[in-house]
């Protein structure tokens, strides 16, 4: 079962996060994630992990879904997530998930635009009414 998150916003301050994120670094991170889902058929994801644990690395036993593509539409990055497991009967039953970026990223000396991005994976939450 697939379904589309909005992950961030572009060109503004993302209003979640807090940071700006540049249409350039954006577009640059984008191509290089698309890249990896060309070679790969899709990316794994998994249920978004304690802040601890977040790496570069999926475990494999909390995957949740397939990354099937990442886009920018107008000023917003989308994913088009593949559910699997629990998880596409999650949806089934009616309940909606968000997503999130796990990125490694640098800052400028502002601590709040975004100068260089690489992006690991999108992570799944369920997302309240």
């Not at 886009?71 to 997503?99: C, E, H, P």
């Amino acid at each position: 079962m697939e379904i589309l998150v909005e992950l961030t916003k572009i060109d503004c301050i993302d209003p979640d996060t807090g940071f700006f994120y540049p249409m350039g670094v954006m577009t640059k991170a984008v191509g290089i994630v698309e890249d990896r889902i060309g070679r790969n058929d899709g990316i794994l994801g998994e249920e978004i992990p304690p802040p601890g644990e977040l790496c570069e690395y999926i475990n494999l036993s909390k995957a949740s879904h397939v990354v099937k593509h990442l886009w920018i539409t107008g000023n917003t990055l989308m994913a088009k997530l593949d559910l699997v497991g629990k998880y596409k009967d999650m949806s089934r039953a009616g309940i909606q998930f968000q997503g999130f970026l796990r990125a490694f990223t640098s800052l400028s000396d502002d601590k709040k635009t975004v100068e260089s991005m690489t992006i690991v994976t999108i992570d799944l939450m369920h997302q309240e009414r």
